[in-house]
Nanobody, 125 residues
Framework: QVQLVESGGGLAQAGGSLRLSCVAS????????MAWFRQAPGKEREFVAT????????AYGDSVKGRFTISRDNDKNTVYLQMNSLKPEDTAVYYC??????????????????WGGGTQATVAS
């Protein structure tokens, strides 16, 4: 069992930046592949980014590639999402998720067993 708590959301202007954090407790973070998903009102939960247990491999959704960066600090049990060049369509609740999958970098939300409560990020035009 692992508990995940996100923070860092808020209001940003288009073109600006936000940095989200996700702190894990209950188990050491290195046991998990970690990811960020987001969900806008009336839309499905969307894959944003994922990172391998050691941090050496990452993958991104097409809509954020080149603008967002996922990273992790296993010593601090924390995962980050640096969001740059924000657009109004990035407005959503952002969720941190943990997977025990044996294959690399899953993008399907069904492969993630543990979820945080989410943090709202709003981008004004």
């Amino acid at each position: 069992q692992v508990q995940l708590v996100e923070s860092g959301g808020g209001l940003a202007q288009a073109g600006g930046s936000l940095r989200l954090s996700c702190v894990a407790s209950g188990r050491t973070l290195i046991k998990f592949i970690m990811a960020w998903f987001r969900q806008a009102p009336g839309k499905e939960r969307e894959f944003v980014a994922t990172i391998s247990r050691g941090g050496g491999s990452t993958a991104y959704g097409d809509s954020v590639k080149g603008r967002f960066t996922i990273s992790r600090d296993n010593d601090k049990n924390t995962v980050y999402l640096q969001m740059n060049s924000l657009k109004p369509e990035d407005t959503a609740v952002y969720y941190c998720a943990a997977s025990v999958a044996s294959f690399a970098l899953p993008r399907n939300k069904n492969d993630y067993a543990y979820w945080g409560g989410g943090t709202q990020a709003t981008v004004a035009s």
